[in-house]
């Protein structure tokens, strides 16, 4: 191991301890072994430890600030330190390292907001209620199926609802009201289709289902918040690089993360620009980690675009538009090698999130692209599926059946994939 590799990656605890013994040899201490139990082994237990901590925080505070591709947040994966992705998320070394040096603001998650209409039409008697006094379910299936389990949400302050003089509202019987929700659990979990929440505190002939989507975000990907942060250069230029369509697709000028007009950070996460772009005609098309990105993504983009290139003036043709879905149905049968824990559901959640992951990655338009269009591999597919998870050999995926999908400018692939699709043999 070479210098720069000892400086990032730690010693193991087990190479402590041997270091401490080997110590205490050439001191020319009698010892041989740890001897388990005793105060003066408890002793050495307690340095090793300490010297184990001590090494791994400078370790991690080294990648941290030499490289991007090193450096982490709690709760990223970390290939040198698999605790790492267990913490609660959080401003780390990355999210500092992004804003300090490239000027760009990774984006936190959010809590998903929308609107109910609350129903008293039927109602005998007006309801008076505060904020937050309410509590709404996700209850009515829109055909992706409920989360489990279902997430809640209350009802959120707003000056303008809210007169009375005690701070609540009072809907009078036979009328109705439109107010703010916000989810009790942050991130894109709680995010809901129109039609999907139902009233669940207690009131008689009282209704309430939320008129638009509920919408949150996840705390900005690490590996697309450091693209971001390559691609930062590219905002100051005034020839409008394919860079800067894609810098300014999720983020301001200034570095900011870019909000839709819901105030939800817009989750666009790739994107492709048209290759006729040196003849002054910019065709872009937007995805998130799903497929297609939300209308109020798509305009919050255009626009952040638009008003960033606008220093072109009329040399530009520019076009923005969610890329179009292509449904990549995947199933297939893996074996795995039984032990204790170890269960065919287990296996089938870590097979589907490693396709998850896979599918979110890839680029719009495919891989090896010719003029804009290019494909998916299903050797690719293959390779998510075989190592997702340990002791899990004999993967076969049995579609898609061809070598690969053929994906046109424009599209991005679509995971149609459930547990059901596989078929998983403990042995």
């Not at 993967?395 to 898609?400: E, G, I, K, M, Y």
Request: charged residues 20%; hydrophobic residues 40%.
């Amino acid at each position: 191991m070479g210098l720069y590799e000892e400086l990032i990656q730690s010693e193991t605890l087990a190479a402590i301890r041997d270091k401490i013994i080997g110590f205490a040899q050439a001191a020319e201490l009698k010892i041989t072994s740890w001897v388990s139990g005793d105060v003066g082994e408890q002793i050495l237990q307690t340095v090793a430890a300490l010297e184990f901590a001590k090494a791994g925080t400078i370790a991690k505070a080294i990648r941290g600030f030499t490289s991007l591709d090193l450096s982490v947040d709690p709760g990223d994966p970390d290939p040198y330190d698999a605790s790492n992705e267990l913490q609660p998320a959080a401003r780390g070394l990355l999210s500092h390292f992004g804003e300090n040096t490239f000027g760009t603001v990774r984006a936190e998650a959010s809590l998903a907001t929308g609107t109910v209409e609350f129903d008293n039409s039927a109602g005998i008697v007006a309801r008076t209620f505060a904020p937050y006094a309410l509590t709404f379910t996700w209850t009515v299936d829109l055909g992706g199926g409920i989360p489990d389990p279902p997430p809640t949400y209350r009802n959120a302050e707003d000056d303008s609802i809210y007169v009375n003089m005690d701070g609540t509202v009072t809907v009078p019987a036979g009328d109705t009201l439109l107010i703010p929700v916000v989810a009790e659990e942050v991130g894109t979990r709680s995010n809901a289709g129109p039609g999907a929440l139902s009233l669940t505190t207690s009131m008689v002939n009282v209704t309430a289902t939320n008129t638009t989507a509920i919408v949150g975000a996840d705390r900005e990907d690490a590996e697309v918040y450091r693209e971001k942060c390559r691609q930062s250069g590219a905002r100051l230029s005034f020839s409008d690089p394919e860079d800067a369509y894609k810098y300014f697709a999720s983020k301001n000028l200034d570095g900011t993360p870019l909000l839709n007009e819901l105030g939800a950070p817009v989750a666009i996460t790739r994107v492709q620009v048209s290759q006729e772009s040196d003849t002054g005609i910019v065709d872009v098309w937007f995805a998130d980690d799903d497929g297609e990105p939300s209308s109020e993504d798509v305009d919050a983009a255009n626009a952040n675009i638009e008003l960033a290139t606008s220093a072109i003036g009329d040399a530009i043709t520019y076009t923005g538009q969610a890329a179009t879905e292509v449904t990549v149905s995947v199933a297939g049968t893996a074996k795995v090698k039984a032990a204790p824990g170890v269960t065919t559901a287990l296996v089938r959640a870590a097979i589907l999130e490693a396709l998850a992951k896979l599918f979110k990655a890839y680029p719009i338009g495919g891989r090896d692209q010719v003029a804009g269009a290019g494909v998916m591999y299903t050797t690719d597919i293959h390779g998510a599926v075989a190592t997702s998870y340990p002791g899990l050999y004999n993967a076969v995926v049995t579609t898609p059946a061809g070598a690969t999908t053929a994906l046109d400018e424009g599209e991005v692939a679509k995971l149609d994939s459930d547990a059901a699709d596989w078929t998983v043999t403990l042995v």
